[in-house]
Protein backbone atom coordinates (compact mmCIF):
# COMPACT_ATOMS: atom_id res chain seq x y z
CA UNK A 1 0.00 0.00 0.00
CA UNK A 2 1.64 3.63 -0.76
CA UNK A 3 -0.48 6.21 1.37
CA UNK A 4 0.04 10.06 -0.51
CA UNK A 5 0.01 12.14 2.75
CA UNK A 6 -0.36 16.05 2.32
CA UNK A 7 1.54 18.03 4.91
CA UNK A 8 1.09 21.45 6.71
CA UNK A 9 2.25 24.51 4.37
CA UNK A 10 4.03 26.62 7.12
CA UNK A 11 1.87 25.78 10.32
CA UNK A 12 2.67 22.26 11.79
CA UNK A 13 -1.41 22.19 13.34
CA UNK A 14 -2.78 21.86 9.65
CA UNK A 15 -2.64 17.83 9.44
CA UNK A 16 -5.19 15.56 10.20
CA UNK A 17 -5.03 13.33 12.53
CA UNK A 18 -5.68 10.51 10.04
CA UNK A 19 -3.04 11.50 8.37
CA UNK A 20 -1.26 11.40 11.41
CA UNK A 21 -2.17 7.98 12.24
CA UNK A 22 -0.67 6.69 8.61
CA UNK A 23 2.84 8.59 8.92
CA UNK A 24 3.14 6.26 12.81
CA UNK A 25 1.53 2.86 11.25
CA UNK A 26 3.69 3.14 7.68
CA UNK A 27 7.04 0.91 7.46
CA UNK A 28 8.51 3.97 5.73
CA UNK A 29 7.78 7.30 4.95
CA UNK A 30 9.38 8.93 1.14
CA UNK A 31 9.84 12.52 1.78
CA UNK A 32 11.56 15.18 -0.44
CA UNK A 33 14.42 16.58 2.36
CA UNK A 34 14.71 14.54 6.11
CA UNK A 35 15.35 17.58 7.36
CA UNK A 36 12.47 19.47 6.31
CA UNK A 37 10.52 15.99 7.23
CA UNK A 38 12.26 15.45 10.45
CA UNK A 39 10.71 18.80 11.72
CA UNK A 40 7.17 17.74 11.70
CA UNK A 41 7.48 14.04 12.46
CA UNK A 42 9.62 15.40 15.28
CA UNK A 43 6.98 17.77 16.60
CA UNK A 44 4.42 14.72 16.57
CA UNK A 45 6.45 11.90 18.05
CA UNK A 46 6.72 9.86 15.24
CA UNK A 47 9.61 7.78 14.26
CA UNK A 48 10.00 6.67 11.20
CA UNK A 49 13.16 4.90 8.48
CA UNK A 50 12.89 8.21 6.31
CA UNK A 51 14.04 7.77 2.16
CA UNK A 52 14.58 10.80 0.48
CA UNK A 53 12.21 10.90 -3.17
CA UNK A 54 12.24 13.88 -5.45
CA UNK A 55 12.65 15.10 -8.62
CA UNK A 56 16.49 14.24 -8.78
CA UNK A 57 16.24 10.89 -7.79
CA UNK A 58 12.61 9.60 -8.65
CA UNK A 59 13.53 8.40 -12.30
CA UNK A 60 16.21 5.75 -10.86
CA UNK A 61 14.24 4.70 -7.26
CA UNK A 62 11.14 4.29 -8.21
CA UNK A 63 11.11 0.71 -9.86
CA UNK A 64 13.04 -0.20 -6.50
CA UNK A 65 10.28 1.22 -4.46
CA UNK A 66 7.28 -0.50 -6.40
CA UNK A 67 9.69 -3.77 -6.14
CA UNK A 68 9.50 -2.82 -1.91
CA UNK A 69 5.57 -2.07 -2.22
CA UNK A 70 4.79 -5.38 -4.14
CA UNK A 71 6.89 -7.15 -1.77
CA UNK A 72 4.70 -6.03 1.44
CA UNK A 73 6.06 -3.25 2.72
CA UNK A 74 3.88 0.09 3.43
CA UNK A 75 4.79 3.34 2.76
CA UNK A 76 3.55 7.01 3.01
CA UNK A 77 4.75 9.56 0.37
CA UNK A 78 5.11 13.44 1.62
CA UNK A 79 6.82 16.37 0.50
CA UNK A 80 8.14 19.63 1.96
CA UNK A 81 4.67 21.41 2.13
CA UNK A 82 1.65 20.32 0.39
CA UNK A 83 -0.61 17.51 -1.22
CA UNK A 84 2.40 14.94 -2.97
CA UNK A 85 1.68 15.47 -7.36
CA UNK A 86 0.60 19.06 -6.78
CA UNK A 87 4.18 20.65 -8.34
CA UNK A 88 5.77 18.22 -6.36
CA UNK A 89 6.86 14.55 -7.44
CA UNK A 90 3.97 11.92 -6.99
CA UNK A 91 3.15 11.48 -10.29
CA UNK A 92 5.71 8.59 -11.53
CA UNK A 93 5.27 6.37 -8.68
CA UNK A 94 1.46 6.77 -8.82
CA UNK A 95 2.02 5.56 -12.35
CA UNK A 96 4.19 2.61 -11.74
CA UNK A 97 2.42 1.28 -8.75
CA UNK A 98 -0.53 1.36 -10.95
CA UNK A 99 0.75 -0.35 -13.75
CA UNK A 100 1.88 -3.02 -10.66
CA UNK A 101 -1.42 -2.85 -9.52
CA UNK A 102 -0.30 -1.70 -5.81
CA UNK A 103 -2.89 -0.24 -3.57
CA UNK A 104 -2.92 3.32 -3.49
CA UNK A 105 -4.65 5.99 -1.44
CA UNK A 106 -4.41 9.78 -1.38
CA UNK A 107 -5.41 11.91 1.74
CA UNK A 108 -7.12 15.26 1.37
CA UNK A 109 -4.83 17.93 2.99
CA UNK A 110 -3.01 20.91 2.69
CA UNK A 111 -2.83 22.83 -1.39
CA UNK A 112 -1.51 25.98 -1.72
CA UNK A 113 -3.35 27.25 -4.91
CA UNK A 114 -7.11 26.25 -2.23
CA UNK A 115 -6.51 28.86 0.14
CA UNK A 116 -4.50 31.18 -2.17
CA UNK A 117 -8.01 31.29 -4.77
CA UNK A 118 -10.45 31.44 -2.25
CA UNK A 119 -9.44 34.40 -0.53
CA UNK A 120 -8.73 36.53 -3.71
CA UNK A 121 -11.93 37.86 -4.79
CA UNK A 122 -11.61 36.59 -7.99
CA UNK A 123 -13.97 34.15 -9.59
CA UNK A 124 -13.57 29.87 -8.08
CA UNK A 125 -16.44 28.46 -10.13
CA UNK A 126 -14.01 27.64 -12.84
CA UNK A 127 -10.53 27.86 -12.83
CA UNK A 128 -7.22 26.42 -14.32
CA UNK A 129 -3.85 25.31 -12.18
CA UNK A 130 -0.92 25.87 -14.56
CA UNK A 131 2.00 25.25 -11.70
CA UNK A 132 4.89 27.02 -12.65
CA UNK A 133 5.85 28.56 -15.76
CA UNK A 134 8.57 27.23 -18.17
CA UNK A 135 11.23 29.02 -17.40
CA UNK A 136 12.68 29.54 -20.83
CA UNK A 137 11.42 27.41 -23.73
CA UNK A 138 7.58 27.52 -24.13
CA UNK A 139 7.30 30.81 -22.07
CA UNK A 140 5.64 33.03 -24.69
CA UNK A 141 4.18 30.32 -26.42
CA UNK A 142 2.14 29.21 -22.86
CA UNK A 143 1.21 32.78 -21.98
CA UNK A 144 0.20 33.64 -26.05
CA UNK A 145 -2.29 31.20 -25.23
CA UNK A 146 -3.37 32.20 -21.50
CA UNK A 147 -4.28 35.58 -23.36
CA UNK A 148 -7.66 34.60 -23.95
CA UNK A 149 -8.13 31.94 -20.89
CA UNK A 150 -11.52 32.73 -19.40
CA UNK A 151 -11.37 30.63 -16.15
CA UNK A 152 -8.99 32.33 -13.33
CA UNK A 153 -5.52 31.24 -13.31
CA UNK A 154 -3.24 30.12 -10.78
CA UNK A 155 0.67 30.23 -10.90
CA UNK A 156 3.12 29.06 -8.35
CA UNK A 157 6.05 31.54 -8.18
CA UNK A 158 9.60 31.67 -7.00
CA UNK A 159 10.39 35.35 -4.48
CA UNK A 160 13.38 36.41 -7.27
CA UNK A 161 10.71 35.72 -10.07
CA UNK A 162 7.84 37.12 -8.69
CA UNK A 163 7.94 41.06 -10.29
CA UNK A 164 9.31 39.56 -13.77
CA UNK A 165 6.50 37.96 -13.78
CA UNK A 166 4.01 40.08 -12.71
CA UNK A 167 5.17 42.65 -15.24
CA UNK A 168 4.92 39.98 -17.96
CA UNK A 169 1.37 39.09 -17.01
CA UNK A 170 0.50 42.80 -17.20
CA UNK A 171 2.31 42.74 -20.67
CA UNK A 172 0.21 40.02 -21.93
CA UNK A 173 -3.08 40.17 -20.08
CA UNK A 174 -3.36 43.96 -19.71
CA UNK A 175 -2.21 45.70 -17.23
CA UNK A 176 -5.69 46.15 -15.32
CA UNK A 177 -6.07 42.68 -15.34
CA UNK A 178 -7.24 41.57 -11.58
CA UNK A 179 -5.11 40.10 -9.76
CA UNK A 180 -4.32 38.34 -6.38
CA UNK A 181 -0.54 37.60 -4.55
CA UNK A 182 -0.56 35.08 -1.13
CA UNK A 183 2.90 34.36 0.12
CA UNK A 184 3.70 32.66 3.05
CA UNK A 185 0.22 30.94 3.87
CA UNK A 186 -0.58 29.48 7.21
CA UNK A 187 2.93 31.63 8.71
CA UNK A 188 3.47 34.28 10.92
CA UNK A 189 3.98 36.61 8.27
CA UNK A 190 1.49 35.55 5.58
CA UNK A 191 -0.20 37.72 2.99
CA UNK A 192 -2.42 38.58 0.87
CA UNK A 193 -2.40 41.49 -1.76
CA UNK A 194 -5.07 42.16 -4.08
CA UNK A 195 -5.30 44.86 -7.45
CA UNK A 196 -4.77 44.86 -10.94
CA UNK A 197 -1.48 43.12 -12.25
CA UNK A 198 -0.01 47.40 -12.33
CA UNK A 199 -0.37 47.68 -8.93
CA UNK A 200 1.01 44.25 -7.73
CA UNK A 201 4.01 44.70 -9.70
CA UNK A 202 4.84 47.92 -8.51
CA UNK A 203 4.11 47.38 -4.18
CA UNK A 204 6.40 44.05 -5.10
CA UNK A 205 8.87 45.50 -6.95
CA UNK A 206 9.46 47.91 -3.70
CA UNK A 207 9.53 45.12 -1.50
CA UNK A 208 11.71 42.17 -0.46
CA UNK A 209 9.81 39.18 -1.06
CA UNK A 210 10.27 35.72 0.79
CA UNK A 211 8.43 32.76 0.93
CA UNK A 212 6.01 30.37 -1.64
CA UNK A 213 3.88 32.32 -3.70
CA UNK A 214 0.80 31.48 -5.42
CA UNK A 215 -0.76 34.16 -8.46
CA UNK A 216 -3.87 34.29 -8.57
CA UNK A 217 -4.91 36.06 -11.71
CA UNK A 218 -8.74 36.87 -13.70
CA UNK A 219 -9.64 35.25 -16.49
CA UNK A 220 -10.32 37.19 -19.71
CA UNK A 221 -13.26 39.38 -19.59
CA UNK A 222 -13.93 38.92 -15.57
Not at 94 to 112: D, F, H, S, Y
Not at 143 to 170: D, H
Not at 202 to 207: E, G, I, Q, S, V
Not at 211 to 221: K, M, N, P
Amino acid sequence: MLYLVPTPLGNLKDITLRALEVLKAVDVILCEDTRTSSKLLNHYGIQKPLSPYHQHNEHKIVEHITDQLRSGKTMALITDAGTPGISDPAFLLVRECIKQEVKIECLPGAAAFVPALVNSGIPTNRFVFEGFLPLKKGRQTLLKQLVAEERTMIFYESPMRLVKTLGEFAQYFGADRGCSVSRELTKLFEENRRGSLAELAAYFTTKTVKGEIVIVVAGAGK
